[in-house]
């Protein structure tokens, strides 16, 4: 069984800076609603793999969106307003709270739309949607996980055991339907997120995703 355990190591104004532990992976996670703190993030997560970006290796990127399910269906089938938005490079982890910002930084909107970047997560297509409809985020390069893995719609937490070995991952259908909008994310929701982005890019990277990888998808 793996141990998923989240430590907070400091509280600042413009964000909380959290130690998640995923069995013996130890992931940094900034947890901000600012703007400001979201842009370094992504300027120094190209700062480090400038080589990789440079060269046109190409980066990927775990990702992941989450939202508070509405209580009735939305007219038009309009998609809900993300909560959070999460990103996984290595072991750093953005847990942007996009619906309490005031604003997407260009850097992080250049981020996205970046054709040597691969976003590779669960569902993407559907995160992807929600982004470009709210806020209006366009994601260049994104990879499937039911698709790259050839495990269709097995959970998240199937593929972490049979594909990378790290078992007895749990994410609770109760954290994942509760308030991603909240001013103040709760250490549950911390790890949960970080957890999806963390699994999403190990996952990715098992599968050889790579900006020059096949595009595959599902809906």
């Given at each position: 069984?793996?141990?998923?355990?989240?430590?907070?190591?400091?509280?600042?104004?413009?964000?909380?800076?959290?130690?998640?532990?995923?069995?013996?992976?130890?992931?940094?996670?900034?947890?901000?609603?600012?703007?400001?703190?979201?842009?370094?993030?992504?300027?120094?997560?190209?700062?480090?793999?400038?080589?990789?970006?440079?060269?046109?290796?190409?980066?990927?990127?775990?990702?992941?969106?989450?939202?508070?399910?509405?209580?009735?269906?939305?007219?038009?089938?309009?998609?809900?307003?993300?909560?959070?938005?999460?990103?996984?490079?290595?072991?750093?982890c953005l847990v942007f709270q996009i619906a309490q910002a005031n604003?997407?930084?260009?850097?992080?909107?250049?981020?996205?739309?970046?054709?040597?970047?691969?976003?590779?997560?669960?569902?993407?297509?559907?995160?992807?949607?929600?982004?470009?409809?709210?806020?209006?985020?366009?994601?260049?390069?994104?990879?499937?996980?039911?698709?790259?893995?050839?495990?269709?719609?097995?959970?998240?937490?199937?593929?972490?055991?049979?594909?990378?070995?790290?078992?007895?991952?749990?994410?609770?259908?109760?954290?994942?339907?509760?308030?991603?909008?909240?001013?103040?994310?709760?250490?549950?929701?911390?790890?949960?997120?970080?957890?999806?982005?963390?699994?999403?890019?190990?996952?990715?990277?098992?599968?050889?995703?790579?900006?020059?990888?096949?595009?595959?998808?599902?809906?």
């Amino acid at each position: 069984m793996t141990t998923v355990s989240a430590r907070l190591r400091r509280s600042e104004t413009k964000h909380d800076t959290y130690v998640v532990r995923v069995g013996d992976s130890r992931v940094v996670t900034t947890v901000t609603a600012r703007p400001a703190v979201a842009r370094r993030w992504v300027c120094a997560t190209r700062w480090r793999h400038r080589r990789r970006l440079r060269s046109g290796a190409g980066l990927t990127v775990g990702m992941g969106v989450q939202w508070t399910p509405p209580f009735r269906a939305l007219a038009g089938g309009a998609e809900p307003r993300p909560g959070t938005l999460q990103l996984c490079v290595g072991h750093r982890c953005l847990v942007f709270q996009i619906a309490q910002a005031n604003a997407v930084p260009a850097a992080l909107g250049g981020f996205m739309a970046d054709g040597v970047v691969a976003f590779v997560g669960y569902g993407i297509r559907s995160d992807c949607r929600k982004l470009a409809a709210h806020h209006d985020l366009q994601v260049s390069c994104t990879r499937e996980l039911r698709a790259v893995t050839g495990m269709g719609n097995a959970s998240m937490e199937r593929m972490a055991e049979r594909l990378i070995g790290v078992a007895g991952i749990k994410k609770p259908a109760r954290v994942g339907r509760s308030k991603w909008d909240a001013p103040k994310l709760s250490k549950t929701q911390v790890k949960y997120a970080c957890v999806d982005a963390f699994l999403s890019l190990r996952l990715g990277v098992h599968a050889g995703v790579s900006p020059a990888s096949t595009s595959t998808s599902t809906s």
